[in-house]
């Protein structure tokens, strides 16, 4: 299965991402999503998983979760928007993580574009970056990865200016 990873568009969907995301089965929002015009553009788009992030409100929130955990083609995920890096995780989800850590932990709201692996917990944390406009970053990335029996492989960074 192709899965897109996302996060922080806050309200923004355009035609660049709608075209690195065209291939993929999934997509993944890892939070601040923006508004339900843009959830409801996604989901019309490709089937969508995702969480709400600290910029949502009530509409967003009512559809996404704070976390979701689930498993896809046998690799167990976490996924929140607030979720920090290896040696670096945000206390809201730093018992989970240790206690029962995933194989895939994916998270957003940083802006900023990072995949570790954390050899500590023995689990691969990837954080998209920002897909939108608003924010600091000066490039707009997503992720796209591939997961079968069990495996990740062919993981790839979509760049676009902001």
Known sequence: MKIGIISDTHSFFDDRLRTFLQDVDEIWHAGDVGGVVVADTLAGFKPVRGVYGNIDGAEVRAVYPRFQRFCCEGVEVLMTHIGGYPGRYDHAILDTLYKNPPQLFVCGHSHILKVMYDKKLGFLC?????????????????????????????????????
């Open 126 to 162: 990837v954080n998209p970056g920002a897909a939108g406009k608003s924010g600091f970053h000066h490039v707009r990335t997503a992720v796209r990865l591939d997961i079968a029996n069990g495996n990740m492989s062919n993981l790839e960074v979509g760049e676009w200016p902001k």
